[in-house]
């Protein structure tokens, strides 16, 4: 059976982590979507024209090793407010959606572009500074040398980008269910979004 759980949210909430673990728990695929976009921007900065890399992405380009960084967030942002490239994105993640085993995406338009009726929307927030002081963890346990300050600037920059574009911006789903894991550790955050989800499935 398809079972599709859209995860939607501003940068560094904890969608990757929440979409991850849901999927491990319920057996499901898992997509992180803004992987796309940051493998698309990468190859932007490479010199390669945006809506011919999101044409020409291949498997392998998602594994490539800078993905997480914040200069190609940027670009990822930057590249996704582009109608083509989202457009050229699309039915890979469709597909994947669609999946018989059950999947989970997670990225800034999925409950409300990619996979309008999805099973279960859940639109993952934090506050600025919780967000910047995970992602600055992160970035500083991969031996990345930034400051708060930076992450803080590049999350807000990229926010204001993904909200305020005309193409599918960065909007929680009219009956997406908010989990805001400001005050959550990730286990809390994670088994309140299996809860959720449950509570959806016995509807
Ligand atoms: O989730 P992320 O931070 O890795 O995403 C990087 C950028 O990609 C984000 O700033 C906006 C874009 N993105 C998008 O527009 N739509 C998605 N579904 C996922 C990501």
């Known amino acids: ?109 999925i409950g409300t572009v990619i996979c309008p009726e999805a099973d279960v929307k859940l639109y993952v927030t934090a506050s600025d500074e919780v967000r910047a002081a995970r992602r600055l963890a992160e970035l500083s346990s991969t031996g990345h040398d930034v400051t708060y300050e930076s992450v803080l600037a590049d999350l807000r920059q990229r926010d204001a980008r993904d909200s305020a574009r005309a193409a599918a911006p960065l909007k929680p789903a009219d009956d997406a269910l908010l989990l805001d894991t400001s005050k959550l550790t990730i286990e809390e955050a994670v088994r309140r979004a299996i809860e959720l989800t449950e509570a959806r499935m016995k509807k």
């Open 1 to 109: 059976m398809a079972f599709t759980i859209a995860i939607d949210g501003p940068a560094a909430a904890g969608k990757g982590t929440v979409g991850r673990q849901l999927a491990a728990h319920f057996g499901y695929a898992h997509l992180d979507t803004g992987l796309l976009y940051r493998a698309t921007g990468r190859r932007m900065l490479d010199g390669a024209g945006a809506v011919e890399a999101a044409l020409n992405l291949k498997p392998e380009d998602l594994k490539a090793p800078d993905l997480r960084t914040p200069e190609v967030g940027q670009a990822a942002s930057r590249v996704a407010a582009l109608p083509e490239v989202r457009q050229a994105l699309i039915d890979f993640q469709r597909a994947f959606a669609a999946r018989s085993g059950g999947a989970v995406l997670d990225g800034r338009d």
